[in-house]
């Protein structure tokens, strides 16, 4: 394993997707994250199938900082119960991999 995670994160809006990656990036809890607009998403929620256009981002970070990340995400999302799931890098560039893990320093 690389020690490095990509967390995926749902936003209800563009703003709030960007006031969530610039922070985590200003805050040194991540080294970078991407932001999709447009995402379309059907989930159930309090037993109704619900449908809302979304924000996703794709959030680079270490399996160290992850807990730290979560938390600062849960503080500034507007969800009660937001989506935040990591999927550890199991290989990747060796420098880019070196760069995601000095990030935080």
């Known amino acids: 394993m690389t020690g490095v995670l990509s967390v995926y994160v749902t936003a209800a809006s563009r703003g709030e997707a960007e006031t969530i990656a610039n922070a985590v990036v200003e805050e040194r809890l991540a080294a970078c994250a991407n932001i999709f607009?447009?995402?379309?998403?059907?989930?159930?929620?309090?037993?109704?199938?619900?449908?809302?256009?979304?924000?996703?981002?794709?959030?680079?970070t270490t399996a160290e900082g992850f807990a730290a990340l979560e938390a600062r995400v849960k503080e500034?999302?507007?969800?009660?119960?937001?989506?935040?799931?990591?999927?550890?890098?199991v290989a990747g560039s060796a420098d880019y991999l070196e760069w995601v893990r000095g990030s935080g320093k």
């Open 76 to 89: 500034l999302h507007s969800y009660e119960c937001p989506c935040i799931v990591a999927w550890p890098v």
């Open 37 to 60: 607009p447009g995402v379309q998403s059907v989930y159930r929620w309090q037993g109704k199938v619900e449908r809302a256009e979304e924000c996703a981002l794709v959030i680079k």
